[in-house]
C-alpha cells in the first residue's frame, strides 16, 4: 500500500498472549521492497521471530543497551563496556541503522581495530579486540531475546579475531618469592606483598581489607569481603569478583608481619595527630587514606627493579619482571604442586566452582598426574618391605 511517497505492508503477527493483531511497517521506497519485506516478515511471524522495523543506530542501542545493563553489572564492568563503546565501535559504526548490521560488517570492524584501532593509529592487541567482540555479542544478543529488535545476533556469525596466544611468562618459585619479601621488608607496604603472596588474594580485595575483618592469634585468618577499583579516577569499593565473601587462613609468619604492621601504623597515626584520617582499613597511606589499587601494581615494578639492580651488583637472584597478579597465580600453583587439594586451591582463590582452577591451572595438574605412576610405585615399593 503507498503512503505518501513510500509503501508500506501490513501482517497479522501473534503477541505472547495469543492474540493475532495487525502489524504495519512503512518507509519502503518501492512497492517490490515493501512486498519482499512483508514475505521475509511473514516468515519470521510463522516462526515467532517478528521484529518490528527500527531505524534505531547501533550507538543510540547500544547507549541504552548500558543504561539498562548497569543494574546487571559492576560500575567497573559497565565503565569497561562504555569505553570500549566509545573508543572502538561508535566512531565505526556507531551511525549504521542496527537492523542493517552484518557479520561482515563486524568482521570488516576487528580488521580495522586489529590494524589501526589503537592509540596513534597503532594496531590494537587481540586480546582487546577479542573483547570488543565479546561485548557486542553480548549486546546483540540482548537485541534479539529481550528487546527483539533482530532476528539474530550479527556477531555470532562475524569471523571473529584469532585469539592470542599468551607470551610465555617466567613464573616464580618459592625462592624468588622469599628473595623479593626481603626486600620488601623495609617498606611500609611489606604486609600488603605478604598476604598478596601468602593468600593469593586479589589486589583490590586487600585494599578493601579492614582490620575489623583480620582475625590475628590462634587461629588467624583474613575475611575477604569486598573489593577496590577504579572508575574515571573515583576509588569505588564493591563486592567481590564472584559476589561472594570468604575467608582464608593465614599463617604465624604472616601474623606477625601483620602484628608488626598496624604497630607501624598506630605509629603513623600518632605523628599525623589531627590530620590523620578515620577509618578501618590495612592498607592506608602516611595520613591514613585509604590506597589505590594501583598503588602496590607501581610498588611492585618499582621494588622489582631495585631488588635486581643490587642483585647484579651483588651477586644475589635476579627475578624474572612478573605482575601483581602474577602473586596469586603463584601461591595456587605452590599449593597444587605440594598436593593440596584442589578445592581446598579453590577456596582460597575465591573460586567459584573447583572446576573453574582445574581449568585455570591445568598445567600445573598435567605435571602432577605424570608423576602419578612412579609415586604409586614408590608407595607399593615401601609398603611391601619388610
Do not use: C
Amino acid at each position: 500500500m503507498r503512503r505518501g511517497s513510500t509503501w508500506s505492508y501490513v501482517i497479522r503477527v501473534t503477541d505472547n498472549s495469543g492474540v493475532s493483531k495487525p502489524r504495519w511497517v512503512g518507509g519502503f521506497p518501492t512497492e517490490a521492497a515493501a512486498k519482499r519485506a512483508r514475505d521475509e516478515a511473514r516468515i519470521a511471524a510463522g516462526r515467532g521471530e517478528f521484529v518490528d522495523r527500527s531505524t534505531l543506530t547501533v550507538q543510540d542501542y547500544l547507549n541504552q543497551w548500558l543504561l539498562a545493563h548497569s543494574l546487571e553489572v559492576k560500575p567497573r564492568t559497565r565503565a569497561g563496556y562504555a569505553h570500549l563503546i566509545k573508543n572502538y565501535v561508535a566512531p565505526r559504526i556507531g551511525g549504521k541503522r542496527l537492523q542493517s548490521l552484518r557479520p561482515a560488517d563486524l568482521s570488516a570492524l576487528y580488521r580495522q581495530l586489529l590494524e589501526s584501532g589503537g592509540r596513534n593509529g597503532k594496531p590494537l592487541s587481540p586480546r582487546t579486540v577479542e573483547y570488543v567482540h565479546a561485548v557486542l555479542r553480548k549486546a546483540f544478543a540482548d537485541a534479539v531475546r529481550n528487546d527483539q529488535l533482530l532476528t539474530s545476533n550479527p556477531a555470532e556469525r562475524a569471523k571473529r579475531p584469532r585469539k592470542e596466544q599468551a607470551p610465555a611468562s617466567d613464573m616464580w618459585t618459592a625462592e624468588h618469592l622469599a628473595s623479593f619479601l626481603k626486600t620488601t621488608s623495609e617498606h611500609r607496604l611489606h604486609a600488603y606483598f605478604r598476604l598478596a603472596g601468602y593468600t593469593g588474594a586479589r589486589r583490590g580485595e586487600l585494599m578493601n581489607l579492614r582490620w575489623s575483618d583480620v582475625k590475628l592469634g590462634d587461629e588467624a585468618s583474613i575475611r575477604l569481603r569486598g573489593t577496590v577499583s577504579v572508575i574515571d579516577g573515583v576509588r569505588v569499593e564493591g563486592t567481590t569478583k564472584g559476589g561472594r565473601e570468604r575467608t582464608v587462613s593465614i599463617d604465624p609468619g604472616t601474623t606477625s608481619v601483620l602484628v608488626e604492621h598496624r604497630r607501624k601504623q598506630q605509629q603513623e597515626e600518632a605523628v599525623a595527630a589531627s590530620s590523620w584520617v578515620d577509618g578501618d582499613h590495612v592498607f592506608r597511606s602516611e595520613l591514613g587514606a585509604p590506597l589505590f589499587p594501583d598503588t602496590p601494581t607501581a610498588l611492585m615494578a618499582k621494588l622489582l627493579r631495585r631488588h635486581n639492580q643490587e642483585a647484579a651488583t651483588a651477586g644475589g637472584l635476579l627475578l624474572p619482571v612478573i605482575r601483581l597478579h602474577d602473586l596469586r597465580h603463584l601461591h595456587a600453583t605452590l599449593l597444587l604442586k605440594a598436593g593440596v587439594p584442589v578445592h581446598v586451591v579453590a577456596s582460597r582463590l575465591g573460586h567459584s566452582d573447583p572446576a573453574i582452577t582445574l581449568r585455570v591451572y591445568a598445567h600445573v595438574l598435567d605435571d602432577q598426574a605424570s608423576q602419578a605412576a612412579a609415586v604409586f610405585e614408590r608407595l607399593v615399593h615401601e609398603e611391601g618391605q619388610p
